[in-house]
């Protein structure tokens, strides 16, 4: 099966700066990607996906990359802001299997 | 449009007791999911249903837990009994297709704690 990991359970950056939060997945079979955002008290909330035929993709102020060769995922958030703090999660899918997520990376904004 | 209902938000109940978690989906949205997640973790997946069907119930405790999905448009979860380790929050989600094809829509999640 699917595994998920992220490299650092908390990141702090300072307001304004932007922000790496990293993930790697182990099936090489996996074929779609997705981020996640979670403040406290509420359900995920989906910020941006890929899929494995694509290495970037940009949304408002963030950009996914994928890399299959290492099997690595990371999401950048450029200049970030107080809103941007949450806990943010990594979920890969591979074919008609169901979302598997990383642990999460606590994303700390420091004014 | 409204987006994933799920009720209760919070539950204390003593340990050996029943509790049912209901979730109404994003209206057209053919697969729900059921996910569990602990403090400090990502969600897990307890359940995955297509319609009325569930497809993926590989990680559901069946000695304790059930659902259902009548006419396949919202679901209960239920516990019966529940044990100190089911302290957690329930998510419930949904999609307009299986889970590589989109994006998931998760509700706010019901909060247990059992004492």
């Known amino acids: 099966g699917e595994s998920v990991g992220l490299h650092l359970p908390t990141l702090s950056v300072q307001e304004g700066d932007n922000s790496i939060i990293n993930c790697a997945y182990s099936?090489?079979?996996?074929?779609?990607f997705i981020w996640y955002k979670q403040e406290s008290g509420k359900g995920p909330q989906f910020i941006i996906d890929?899929?494995?035929?694509?290495d970037k993709r940009q949304g408002q102020r963030v950009t996914v990359l994928l890399n299959k060769t290492v099997k690595h995922l990371s999401l950048q958030i450029a200049a970030t802001q107080p809103g941007d703090s949450a806990v943010y999660f990594c979920?890969?899918?591979?074919?008609?299997?169901?979302?598997?997520f990383g642990k999460g990376t606590h994303l700390i904004i420091q004014p | 449009e409204a987006g994933v209902v799920q009720s209760p938000r919070y539950k204390i109940i003593e340990k050996k007791q029943p509790v049912a978690f209901w979730c109404n989906p994003i209206?057209?949205?053919?697969?729900l999911y059921w996910y569990l997640q602990n403090l400090g973790q990502g969600p897990e997946l307890l359940i995955r249903?297509?319609?009325?069907?569930?497809?993926?119930d590989s990680q559901l405790p069946k000695d304790r837990f059930s659902a259902e999905r009548l006419k396949g448009v919202d679901s209960t979860l239920k516990i019966q009994p529940a044990e100190l380790g089911d302290s957690a929050v329930y998510l419930c989600?949904?999609?307009?297709?299986?889970?590589?094809?989109?994006?998931?829509?998760f509700g706010e999640g019901s909060r247990l704690t059992v004492l």
């Open positions: 989600a949904s999609s307009l297709g299986s889970p590589n094809t989109g994006e998931l829509f």
């Open positions: 099936n090489s079979a996996s074929d779609y």
């Open positions: 890929i899929r494995s035929n694509m």
């Open positions: 979920a890969v899918s591979g074919g008609a299997d169901g979302l598997t």
């Open positions: 209206s057209g949205h053919n697969t």
């Open positions: 249903y297509e319609n009325e069907e569930a497809v993926d």
